[in-house]
Structures are given as structure tokens and as C-alpha cells.
């Protein structure tokens, strides 16, 4: 993993394959890897697995959306459906 991780040249190549490798050990569905500006206040998704980051870019700020919100309270959100429902997410878009 290390030799793969350090192969790659950007960001965006990076978050790729580091959430690749980890959907191989862990039951990962859906991931992404945000980027912070200098001030820690916006995100910006640099990286998905099972989602196409190039296609539709999305950036967040501090409370914002799920993401936001996530990072606002520095810690991770679970999420789980209802035994009835589907699960359905929704997040801010810009």
C-alpha cells in the first residue's frame, strides 16, 4: 500500500488510490477525501471511491451539508437507515 500511495503525484491521484485500498480490507461503499484551505472553513473533495469526483466536483463549508457538519464537530457521522426505508442521502451542493 505504502509503495502505491507514494507513487502518486497530486491529491486527487492519492485520495483515489488510498480509498481504493481501503475498500479491498474494509466494507466501504461510498468514500471521499476533502481538502481544507489554508483558513480550515471550506472543503473541497478531492478524491471518491464509487462516486466520479471529476464529473461533479463539490465543495463544502464549515456546517455545511453533512460534510460541513461532520467537520465542524471533528468526528466522523454515522449514518443508518431505517429497518423500512431506504437510506437516502442529501448533502449541499454548489
Given at each position: ?21 481501503l475498500s479491498e480490507n474494509l466494507d ?67
Amino acid at each position: 500500500m505504502t509503495q502505491r500511495l507514494q507513487s502518486t503525484h497530486d491529491f486527487t491521484a492519492f485520495a483515489n488510490a488510498l480509498l481504493s485500498r481501503l475498500s479491498e480490507n474494509l466494507d466501504l461503499l461510498y468514500g471521499a477525501v476533502y481538502l481544507a484551505d489554508e483558513g480550515h472553513t471550506r472543503f473541497s473533495r478531492i478524491g471518491a471511491f464509487a462516486t466520479d469526483v471529476a464529473a461533479e466536483p463539490r465543495e463544502f463549508a464549515l456546517g455545511d451539508g453533512q460534510v460541513g457538519q461532520a467537520a465542524a464537530e471533528r468526528r466522523t457521522l454515522h449514518i443508518l437507515p431505517a429497518s423500512d426505508k431506504q437510506l437516502q442521502v442529501s448533502t449541499a451542493t454548489r
